[in-house]
């Protein structure tokens, strides 16, 4: 089955840290990988998508991710996190040529200053 | 900025009712999604629809149904509320089909459904 995991539930970072967001994923083929952040009483937002090309992927925020075929892994990064970076985030898989996206359970991350 | 945008922030039905959620987007997307968002289980599909008067089951789709029948509206129905339909329901929305399995999801803020 095809399927999307963020093995930590939440996280916590210091203000200035660097921060890193777990995902891996067990789907066929090439896909589409994404990742979307939930501030409270929010929807979700689009921070970043690899489809193809170089490995590490820059988005908003000052947020990037790294694709790792072999590990089949899209861990979120980065270099210095904000107290305003505190949200869910989720990570997402689209299979190769399909158009519904799975995603994790996400992972709450929280930045004290 | 496209937006998305649902009726209602807030809605408590009582089990049996027929509720509407309704969801209308702005930037002329041909799909639109529902899910549904529970603690621990991330994001669940419920329906999707690629145009007009088309729909298409997701991963989760008994107790529900949907109406598309203009192109920026999609309605999620529950026939007969139940109190395990209580929950966050987010509406979303993305580019035309060619380009839709890269292209970003589109969200509103969700509507949180309490069934009592």
């Known amino acids: 089955a095809q399927s999307v995991a963020q093995p930590e539930d939440q996280v916590n970072v210091a203000e200035g840290n660097p921060l890193t967001v777990k995902c891996t994923y067990s789907?066929?083929?090439?896909?589409?990988l994404f990742w979307y952040v939930q501030y409270p009483n929010r929807g979700l937002q689009f921070l970043l998508k690899y489809i193809t090309g170089d490995n590490l992927v820059k988005g908003s925020y000052g947020f990037e991710a790294e694709f790792n075929k072999s590990q089949t892994s899209f861990h979120l990064k980065k270099p210095s996190a904000l107290v305003s970076d505190s949200a869910l985030y989720f990570c997402a898989v689209c299979p190769h040529n399909t158009d519904k996206l799975i995603f994790g359970t996400g992972t709450r991350l929280q930045v004290f200053p | 900025d496209v937006k998305v945008t649902q009726s209602s922030r807030y809605l408590v039905k009582r089990t049996g009712e027929k509720v509407f959620l309704e969801c209308v987007q702005d930037m002329d997307h041909e799909n639109m999604f529902w899910y549904r968002q529970d603690p621990g289980l991330g994001l669940r599909l419920i329906y999707f629809?690629?145009?007009?008067?088309?729909?298409e089951k997701g991963d989760i789709p008994e107790g529900y149904s949907v109406s598309r029948e203009k192109k920026e509206r999609f309605s999620l129905i529950l026939e007969s509320a139940s109190t395990n339909q209580t929950s966050m329901y987010l509406c979303a929305s993305s580019q035309p089909r060619r380009g839709s399995y890269n292209s970003p999801l589109h969200f509103g803020n969700g509507t949180r459904l309490t069934v009592t």
């Open positions: 789907v066929s083929g090439n896909p589409y």
């Open positions: 629809s690629y145009d007009v008067k088309m729909k």
